[in-house]
């Protein structure tokens, strides 16, 4: 409950709310919020009555933030924009068209594999699948191997 | 900028007025030795190559320009741990435009990626060789005078062949175009192929046996089993001879079979085949001269089209 009642103080941002108990701490890092400028809150392992357990991630004052990765990462996750205290929308999650250093290929063969500073880039080939194909050697990858 | 990376860079619409341009270059070659004239090659083999590197040398040549390049990847700074970016930008500034042959796949639309002239994609690993197959094209026009309503087999290694994967990611968009695969479970077409063709519903049957579907082709495309893409030697010893055609086997094959290989050959076409009419393999092997000279002239001249 201690994590529901800090949803409810949040004054303006954005609340990532329902992520897999264990998945904030690798959606934190995919939204680089590591690296960030505001003030972010990441709680692990609150009780919920639905999951047992979740992680929040609350983001202060920022609310246009692309969160779109979030959608590959953990559909399941819930995101509420916050203003005046209130939730003033609820983002529906979609899985992104582009992952960029999200997925990473495995082919031996792909040109990845040896040229280390090359971004690995990933295009939804199959959304019902979660398939993903790697823009340069078309090697497919699903989705839910992340 | 064009570059031509992928086998589907081109329309159609372009991609037959640049088979018709080389058309017209292969009946007078010598009204076009002077139109790059001053202008540079590079060609970049990081893999081995006869035909692809000597005809793209050729072509050059022949249309008055000059050539750089090497043709072993050991011999160029990558033995020294450059990256092939690096290497792509050094390049740009010593050449108008650089053919890559490369073992890795999507080696090209990195060269691209940091290129600042045209990148022709010689070969990348087992993915494509877009201008293997506009040679392809210029072949099956010339002896079926179409690229619509044909059956094409294509035989052999059919998951690491890059020809075959260009070849029918392209002639597929061509109406009435419909393909027979025949390899070992193990070589079959690539998933990406698959899906690229029931998305576009082009229809195709998979098999395993080679005489029983000579009879239904238009177009046979002989592909070898390439020992480079194997990992391991012992499958591919076991894989390497499954598809062999002699003249014993061309008996069931239609009287106006077209049968094309991209080459080298191994063993997997006897040379008792070689004599025979429908054979056009060594043919094909002279149009890739003029299908990239047409290719160069337009991708650094741009005027010669339509």
Known sequence: MAGQRLVNSIEKGIVIDHIQAGMGIKLFRYLNLDKAGFTVVMIMNAASKRMGRKDIIKIQDITDLDYTVIGLIDHRATISVIDGGKIIAKKPLTLPSTVQNVLYCKNPRCVTATEKQMPHIFRLQNAGERIYKCAYCEEYVNGFEL | MKSLINTLDFSVKEQDELLALANRMAASPKDYNELLKGRIMASLFFEPSTRTRLSFESAMLRLGGRVIGFSDGSLSSTAKGESLSDTIRMVSHYADCIVIRHSKEGAAQVAQTHASV?????????????????????????????????????????????????????????????????????????????????????????????????????????????????????????????????????????????????????????????????????????????????????????????
């Open chain 2, 118 to 306: 045209p990148v022709i994609n010689a070969g990348d690993g087992g993915r494509e060789h877009p201008t293997q197959t506009l040679t392809d094209l210029m072949t099956i026009l010339k002896v079926k005078n179409r690229l619509d309503n044909l059956t094409v087999g294509c035989v052999g290694d059919l998951k690491f062949g890059r020809t075959v994967h260009s070849l029918v990611k392209n002639i597929g968009r061509y109406p009435g175009v419909r393909f027979l695969f025949v390899s070992p479970g193990e070589l079959r077409i690539p998933a990406f192929l698959r899906t690229y063709l029931d998305e576009l519903r082009i229809p195709y049957e998979e098999s395993s046996h080679m005489e029983a579907a000579l009879g239904l082709m238009d177009v046979l495309y002989m592909t070898r089993v390439q020992r480079e893409r194997f990992f391991n030697e012992e499958e591919y010893i076991r894989l390497k001879d499954m598809f062999i055609l002699n003249s014993q086997k061309l008996e069931n094959a239609g009287k106006e079979l077209a049968i094309l290989h991209p080459l080298p050959r191994v063993n997997e076409i006897a040379y008792d085949v070689d004599d025979d009419p429908r054979a056009v393999y060594f043919d094909q092997a002279g149009y890739g001269v003029f299908a990239r000279m047409a290719l160069l002239a337009w991708l650094l001249d741009g005027k010669e089209l339509g």
